[in-house]
Structure formats: structure tokens, C-alpha cells
């Protein structure tokens, strides 16, 4: 029962340079001379694994039970879902 | 009361729970604010301007850095109290709030500085957007700070041991949901 409460420790260090390199890389792409939808790709790619090592290891979510990822991951379906949704949809020039 | 008087029938503390169930909400809440972002700049795509020419990206890049390091600061703050090292605990917590605290100073020197370059909320939808998302997303970390303010008297005041420290663990998840909205809204609203 114990061992439900203590967390594995994730290498915490490791997540902050890997966070701040990424960050870095952002900021390079952002201004890097490509064509504009590569650009919004990589930008958008970076953007999401930095989310993922904030959520995975600074929330220890790599370490927590299957009824918490089911909790985040029905509201993250949804947003994906809303995302894509807008972003087919059709404007008017 | 120890942690495991905290456990429900699920084997999770309740308490955790309960903090995953309010962020699951919390997704949304930022999901219908980003998604109303993407309708509007679709829908503008010929008048938005490139947002490097109008916001300060080196400055808000410096911000984003200092909003990482509170969350490594929490963390450490976290691991500290789970092996019954306390002043870790507290510095950790303190340097959480000071980085919080700093960020927010940027945020209001950078909000100053548009408004009187005439970038305001009323100014374009792109203002609109920007103020209102980033609006929402300080007031949450306005709302950290105070939350982390009072875990840290808590710290001075004993009230974290290895076999108690969810007051902690729940401010830190909800502290990095708040980091992890900043990494997306500064990726979509300053970058892209």
C-alpha cells in the first residue's frame, strides 16, 4: 500500500535542460527562414513534447494509475477533437 | 492524518483526484478559449499581423524560462519533503513563488509597455485574443502564487513530513498544468 503514495523519482534535472534546449529551438525555428507552414509544424511538434515531459514527469503522470490518465485523457480527446474540428472549418477570404 | 487515510476505494488519494478532475476542466476551459483564437485568426488570416512585429519575444522567451525554472524549483521543493529534508522543502517553495511573482511582474511591465504602444484589447481581434488569453492564464498564475504562498507558511509551520506532504503534491500539479498552458499559448500566440 505504501508504494502507492510514493512516487518513483523522475530525473527532474534532465526534464529542466531538455525543457529550456527546447524552448531554444522554439524560438531559432520561429525565426529560422522556412516556408511558413514547416515552420508552424516544427513549432507545434516542440510545443507538444515539452507539454508531454511537463505532464509525464513534473506531474508524475508516467507514474500514476489508469483512472487518472482516464480522467486527463477523455477532456484531451475532446480538445483535440474541438481543435481539429475549427480548424476545418471553411472561412471566407 | 497520514496519506493512506486518504486513499479511496480507486487506491488514489482523493485529494489528487480531485485535483485531476478540476484540471480535466481546466483543459476545456483553455480549450475553448484557444479554439475561439483559431476560428478568429483563421477568419483574419490577411490582417493578422506577424505577431514578432508587435509583441516582444525576447523578453517573454526570458519569462518563459523563468516560468520553467519555478517548476523545477516546485519539484525539488517536492522531492525535498519526501525525504524528510524540510529547509529544501521551504527554499523550494519560496524560489516557486519569487519566479511566480517575477513572471507576473514581466507580464504586467510587457502589458504596459503594448498599451502604451497602442496594442490593446479593444485595438484589434489579435488584441483581443492576446489580452484575453494571456489575461486568463496570469490570473492563474496570479492564483498559484497565493495558493503556493500559503503551502510555504504551511511548510514553516511543520505541516509536511515523507508521510504527508499532498499539500505539496496538488499544488505542484495544478503549479505545472499552469507551466504547461504557458508552453502552449506562447508557442501559438508569440512564435507562430
Known amino acids: ?93 | 492524518m497520514s496519506q493512506q487515510e486518504h486513499i479511496g476505494r480507486l487506491g488514489i488519494d482523493t485529494r489528487k483526484l480531485g485535483m485531476w478532475i478540476f484540471l480535466a476542466s481546466e483543459i476545456m476551459f483553455f480549450t475553448g478559449l484557444i479554439g475561439s483564437y483559431i476560428v478568429l485568426r483563421f477568419a483574419n488570416l490577411h490582417t493578422w499581423p506577424v505577431p514578432s512585429t508587435v509583441l516582444n519575444i525576447p523578453l517573454t522567451g526570458i519569462n518563459t524560462f523563468i516560468l520553467i525554472c519555478s517548476s523545477a524549483t516546485l519539484v525539488l521543493g517536492l522531492a525535498s519533503v519526501q525525504r524528510g529534508y524540510q529547509e529544501g522543502l521551504q527554499v523550494g517553495l519560496f524560489l516557486t513563488v519569487l519566479l511566480g511573482s517575477i513572471f507576473l511582474g514581466i507580464q504586467m511591465h510587457e502589458y504596459q509597455e503594448l498599451i502604451h504602444d497602442g496594442f490593446t484589447i479593444s485595438s484589434s481581434i489579435f488584441g483581443s485574443c492576446f489580452f484575453t488569453l494571456t489575461g486568463f492564464h496570469g490570473a492563474h498564475v496570479f492564483a498559484g502564487v497565493i495558493w503556493l504562498t500559503v503551502v510555504l507558511v504551511r511548510s514553516f509551520l511543520g505541516y509536511f513530513t515523507p508521510e504527508e506532504y499532498a499539500g505539496v503534491e496538488i499544488v505542484g500539479l495544478y503549479w505545472h498544468f499552469v507551466d504547461l498552458v504557458w508552453i502552449i499559448l506562447f508557442t501559438i500566440l508569440y512564435l507562430i
Do not use: C, G, Q
Not at chain 1, 20 to 31: D, G, M, P
Not at chain 1, 41 to 69: D, G
Not at chain 1, 70 to 88: G, I, R, S, W, Y
Open chain 1, 1 to 93: 500500500m505504501e508504494e502507492t503514495m510514493v512516487h518513483k523519482r523522475p530525473n527532474y534535472a534532465a526534464v529542466f535542460w531538455s525543457l529550456l534546449i527546447l524552448t531554444i529551438l522554439e524560438i531559432i525555428t520561429a525565426n529560422a527562414p522556412l516556408a511558413k507552414p514547416l515552420v508552424v509544424v516544427t513549432l507545434v511538434f516542440l510545443a507538444m513534447i515539452k507539454a508531454s515531459l511537463v505532464a509525464l514527469f513534473y506531474m508524475h503522470l508516467k507514474f500514476e494509475k489508469f483512472i487518472i490518465y482516464l480522467v486527463v485523457l477523455f477532456p484531451l480527446f475532446l480538445a483535440v477533437f474541438l481543435t481539429v474540428m475549427v480548424l476545418a472549418d471553411k472561412h471566407p477570404a
